[in-house]
């Protein structure tokens, strides 16, 4: 195993010995470890207070050890021994913690039987990228898969606050122990960090009575900033501004939320840079509250760093495992989740889960052009299928449709100096196109995907600042672009947006194109910088929000 280089990339930020090819905990763990899953009555582990304690012992044992954070033995203690129950407590440290210390003493031979497995998941030599744990380096395209048992024994890892922590930070790598989580709870104690906790002891709880023997992926997705010949790379202002594609179906849902949608479809994570944000500090809004109800996704926090403006992270396949009610500091566990979503062929649930960063309080600079695209190109990523790209640019190569510089992904297919297709795309809608581009693949596309929609919100705006309007514009341009059949949009109550409904049907009705769109958006903020207008983009493009069976020339800041 030392030989594999995606081990050697995430052995440093592993707590576990390597020799001869051999996983290994230090035996003074070892020890400790089989104590504490022989029950309470054996390791005296009863309590909040004396599990951190115990905690400290393990940590004390392994090399890189480090104290644990400040107030985190306190918060321990007021969880497990104030907060909580009798009746649960003794449930905790008669059945859970014994059950995850067995998981812990399983982690070596979990880790070695995965990367035995790593190069083809499905056994069949059906999968040719390597799917090994290891450390996704910004600007790497990878991707990870790991068993819902080893993300189990991970995050046991976490609880235990046994991950290595020096050099996480220099390498961009978000807080991984839940040591600050339980310090946070004592420090400065609020009602929605207890339900936090709460939803992770409920994870345990449920996967130390039955382990669930799925998978989950985890994927790095970058637009190249330099051209490269098989995949899309950064688009430049231009490649939008001259874009013909049709604007996708767009859906207004008045309430809901994105984890209760019922289609096929990405759910967008209004993420953080580093993903999680302050999932285990004091952070309770999206993001944070996605990664208590699926805490799968918190393993991704232990190989995943920060993204840079022209990366993405998808994830498929984590499970969900409580219900909740409220938001912010409201929020608070309700019951358990019985996760009732389909698998695919590779073990996942079919749960695509899309993280992207937005700008943080960008005030007027959010704007500018160059912000604008960030903005734009930054969902494009995290919603296209560089894949599919290939496919579609190798079928049009087979078939004789364009040279090679007409085939790419601003070529043939959506824009102004291609000949073929293009020129029905003014009439023609988004499912129109996927449908006329499977028919040409038949058996080399896999159809399914082609139904696959975005399902988002106030995506950069609440706690990030930003403009509600622009930001749906925003999201609707990338999700087109990227040949996403619809956009369901859940408001949130945003009162900026009343009006999205009638507005997108407007523009949907009087069919404009990606680059008709982008270049209103342009001037809308352009106006907003020179401080022409005050006026939202809904009521600037429709100042009396005109009635869909108006024309163009009834707006006067149509195309």
Not at 4 to 18: A, G, Q
Request: aromatic letters at 12%; proline letters at 5%.
């Amino acid at each position: 195993m030392e030989s594999r280089e995606d081990f050697k990339s995430i052995l440093p930020y592993l707590p576990l010995l390597v020799r001869s090819s051999t996983l290994f905990w230090p035996s003074r763990v070892v020890e400790a470890l089989k104590a504490l899953a022989r029950g309470p009555h054996h390791s005296r582990v009863d309590s909040g207070e004396v599990l951190s304690v115990a905690i400290s012992d393990i940590r004390s044992s392994l090399p890189q050890f480090e104290p644990l954070a400040h107030f985190a033995p306190d918060g321990y203690a007021l969880f497990f021994d104030e907060l909580m129950s009798r009746a649960e407590a003794a449930k905790w440290f008669g059945d859970v913690v014994p059950a995850m210390a067995n998981m812990l003493l399983k982690l070596p031979s979990l880790l070695e039987s995965h990367y035995q497995g790593a190069d083809d998941p499905l056994g069949e030599g059906t999968y040719s990228v390597g799917t090994g744990l290891h450390l996704i380096r910004s600007q790497e395209v990878g991707i990870v898969f790991l068993s819902q048992e080893l993300i189990g024994a991970l995050l046991a890892c976490s609880f235990f606050c046994l991950f290595p922590v020096t050099n996480r930070g220099a390498n961009y790598l978000p807080t991984i122990n839940f040591d600050e989580l339980f310090a946070s709870l004592y420090e400065s104690y609020n009602e929605n960090q207890e339900h936090k906790i709460k939803c992770i002891v409920h994870y345990f709880e449920r996967i130390s009575s039955r382990m669930p023997v799925g998978f989950v992926s985890f994927e790095r997705k970058v637009l190249p900033l330099d051209h490269h010949p098989l995949c899309m790379s950064y688009p430049e202002a231009d490649f939008w501004s001259k874009s013909l594609l049709p604007l996708c179906r767009f859906e207004v849902h008045g309430s809901g939320v994105i984890e209760d949608q019922p289609n096929d479809a990405l759910e967008v994570d209004f993420a953080n840079k580093y993903i999680g944000g302050g999932a285990l500090h004091r952070g309770c809004v999206q993001e944070e509250i996605r990664f208590m109800v699926n805490p799968e996704l918190i393993v991704g926090m232990l190989f995943l760093p920060s993204m840079a403006d022209n990366e993405a992270i998808e994830i498929v396949g984590a499970e969900r495992f409580s219900n909740y009610i409220g938001y912010a500091s409201s929020f608070r566990y309700s019951s358990d989740h019985v996760d009732k979503r389909d698998v695919d062929v590779f073990g996942r649930r079919k749960t695509r889960i899309v993280a992207i960063d937005a700008l943080t309080w960008p005030g007027m600079k959010q704007y500018k052009l160059g912000f604008l695209l960030r903005e734009t190109n930054k969902a494009f990523c995290g919603f296209i299928d560089q894949s599919k790209y290939c496919q579609y640019e190798r079928v049009f190569q087979d078939k004789g449709l364009g040279d090679r510089d007409d085939i790419s992904w601003n070529g043939v297919l959506f824009h102004e100096s291609s000949s073929t297709i293009v020129e029905t795309n003014k009439e023609t809608s988004v499912d129109e196109v996927l449908r006329i581009f499977d028919e040409k693949t038949s058996m080399c596309l896999d159809n399914e995907d082609s139904s696959i929609g975005v399902v988002t919100g106030n995506w950069g705006c609440g706690a990030f600042g930003g403009d509600p309007e622009l930001k749906s514009i925003v999201q609707w341009l990338a999700a087109s672009q990227a040949l996403r059949p619809f956009i369901s949009y859940y408001k949130f109550g945003i009162k900026e947006l009343e009006y999205l409904d009638q507005v997108t049907r407007w523009i949907l009705l009087h069919k404009w194109t990606v680059g008709d769109l982008w270049n209103i958006m342009v001037e809308y903020s352009s106006q907003r910088l020179k401080g022409q207008t005050k006026l939202g983009f809904f009521t600037w493009l429709l100042p009396s929000l005109t009635p869909l069976k108006a024309s163009k020339a009834d707006s006067p800041n149509t195309p």
